[in-house]
T-cell receptor, first 115, second 111 residues
Framework: DVKVTQSSRYLVKRTGEKVFLECVQD?????MFWYRQDPGLGLRLIYF???????EKGDIPEGYSVSREKKERFSLILESASTNQTSMYLC??????????????FGEGSWLTVV | QQQVKQSPQSLIVQKGGIPIINCAYE??????FPWYQQFPGKGPALLIA?????SEKKEGRFTISFNKSAKQFSLHIMDSQPGDSATYFC??????????FGEGTQLTVNP
C-alpha cells in the first residue's frame, strides 16, 4: 500500500512564526502536492512538484513556499504564519506511467492553528 | 475554465436510501473524473473514477453516472449505510494537468 506520512498532525503556532510541514511518501512517486482544505471550499492546490527540485505554483501559493530536495520528501513552509492560514493541510503523491494510473494518494492531514 | 461545481454541500439520508451528489464542469478537455471519500480525521481516498467514453460505472454500491453533453457527472450510493457517512469530493482533470476538486459534500446516513 502507498503510504503518505505527514509527521505533524496537530500544530499550534503564533502569528509571524515560520512553520514547516513535512511529508514523506514511500512509493517512489514523481509527483507530490500540497493542498489546503477549508469547509465549503474543497481542496485547493497550494504547490506541486513534478520531481526532485522542481516545483510549480498551484491556485493559492501566496504566503507559502515548498522544498523538494529528495524524491520522497516534500515540505511546505509558511514563512510568516498568519491567522488566515489556520486550516487543514493535505499532502499527496502520484506516480507516473501505466502501472501507477491517475490515482492521487493523500496523507492524513496536518491541522494547523495560528493564534 | 478549471472549476468543478459540486452540490449539495450537505446531505442527510436514512439507511437504505440512495444519496446522489452532483458535479458540473466547463472545461471540455477534462478526461478523467474521480470521486474521493474522506472520513473524519483522515485524508481523502479514491473511491471510484470514470472516463468520458462511458456513461456509467459501478463498483459495488457506488455508481458514477456521466453526461458528456451536459458536462455533468454524479455519484449514487445504493443501499446507503451509516458507515458511508463521510465527505465526498468530485474532481476532474485534463490529460497532463492537475486535478481540480469540487467543494465537497458532507453525507450523513442515519441508522
Amino acid at each position: 500500500d502507498v503510504k503518505v506520512t505527514q509527521s505533524s498532525r496537530y500544530l499550534v503556532k503564533r502569528t509571524g512564526e515560520k512553520v514547516f510541514l513535512e511529508c514523506v511518501q514511500d512509493m517512489d512517486h514523481e509527483n507530490m502536492f500540497w493542498y489546503r482544505q477549508d469547509p465549503g471550499l474543497g481542496l485547493r492546490l497550494i504547490y506541486f512538484s513534478y520531481d526532485v527540485k522542481m516545483k510549480e505554483k498551484g491556485d493559492i501559493p501566496e504566503g507559502y513556499s515548498v522544498s523538494r530536495e529528495k524524491k520522497e520528501r516534500f515540505s511546505l513552509i509558511l514563512e510568516s504564519a498568519s491567522t488566515n492560514q489556520t486550516s487543514m493541510y493535505l499532502c499527496a503523491s502520484r506516480g507516473l506511467g501505466p502501472r501507477s494510473g491517475n490515482t492521487i494518494y493523500f496523507g492524513e492531514g496536518s491541522w494547523l492553528t495560528v493564534v | 475554465q478549471q472549476q468543478v461545481k459540486q452540490s449539495p454541500q450537505s446531505l442527510i439520508v436514512q439507511k437504505g436510501g440512495i444519496p446522489i451528489i452532483n458535479c458540473a464542469y466547463e472545461n471540455t478537455a477534462f478526461d478523467y473524473f474521480p470521486w474521493y471519500q474522506q472520513f473524519p480525521g483522515k485524508g481523502p481516498a479514491l473511491l471510484i473514477a470514470i472516463r468520458p467514453d462511458v456513461s456509467e460505472k459501478k463498483e459495488g454500491r457506488f455508481t458514477i453516472s456521466f453526461n458528456k453533453s451536459a458536462k455533468q457527472f454524479s455519484l449514487h450510493i445504493m443501499d446507503s449505510q451509516p458507515g458511508d457517512s463521510a465527505t465526498y469530493f468530485c474532481a476532474a482533470r485534463a490529460s497532463g494537468s492537475r486535478l481540480t476538486f469540487g467543494e465537497g459534500t458532507q453525507l450523513t446516513v442515519n441508522p
